[in-house]
């Protein structure tokens, strides 16, 4: 039984049309997997059928063997990091960190967003707002919001796409360092062959249904 994420024979549709057909995948716990394809592979589909947010066909979503097709999205612990970093624009750079913290004492919470920041490179921040940090300082807050409730896994949809070449090649190694640092597994989908090897354990290669049946290279 794998310890972590399993996919078995995972098949999504969307009317006619097959997004992913019969994909199996396993991802240990601590381990970094990256998802690389051609547009219309199904990658984003893949990270949204993980998180509960759309309907299979058929197969099972698992973790530590246990299905999770009656699980809610939001009680399946996964942490999710979009393209553009889905920031809340009214909230201040700390409010945004401490969004998914408030099962704890205020103190915790102030304690729990400094240790995030600082591991993104960002201390002394909170009080910013989004409007004005860059896109690579957006980006390491969005991984800080996500990591700070400690998820069993962080689902990451092409986080760095909008930077430039320069910047997102520094920002995937530092990636990498902090999702080795926390021990975090995740799933990264990426276009970027160089970038996925920077940041993954893994990679798989993701095929269209029409050309082939999804799978691992």
């Known amino acids: 039984m794998v310890s972590g994420l ?28 990256a998802l690389l394809g051609p547009s219309g592979s199904g990658k984003s ?10 309907p299979l066909v058929s ?33 201040s750079v700390g409010r945004n960190v401490g969004y998914g913290l408030t099962h ?3 103190p915790a919470q102030r304690a729990r967003v400094t240790e995030l920041l600082e591991l993104v490179g960002l201390p002394g921040l909170e009080h910013r707002r989004p409007t004005e940090l860059s896109g690579g300082q957006a980006q390491r807050v969005a991984l800080a919001r996500s990591l700070a409730p400690s998820p069993r896994a962080l689902l990451l ?16 190694d530092d990636l990498a ?3 080795r640092e926390t021990h975090t597994t995740a799933v990264y989908v990426t276009h970027d062959p160089e970038e996925a090897e920077r940041v993954a354990d893994r990679v798989v290669v993701l095929t269209a249904p029409t050309a082939g049946r999804d799978g691992a290279a």
């Open 177 to 179: 360092r902090i999702l």
């Open 59 to 91: 197969g099972a979503v698992l973790w530590d063997g246990a299905d999770l097709a009656a699980v809610p999205t939001h009680k399946r612990g996964f942490g999710m990091v979009f393209q553009d970093g889905q920031l809340f624009p009214t909230m």
């Open 45 to 54: 589909t893949l990270l949204r059928a993980i998180a509960g947010l759309e």
């Open 6 to 33: 399993g996919l078995r024979d995972v098949t999504v549709r969307y009317g006619e049309t097959t997004a992913l057909d019969g994909v199996s995948l396993a991802v240990e716990r601590g381990e970094v997997v």
């Open 157 to 172: 949809d092409e986080p760095l796409s909008a930077l430039d070449p320069g910047l997102r090649r520094r920002l995937a």
């Open 104 to 106: 704890l004492a205020k």
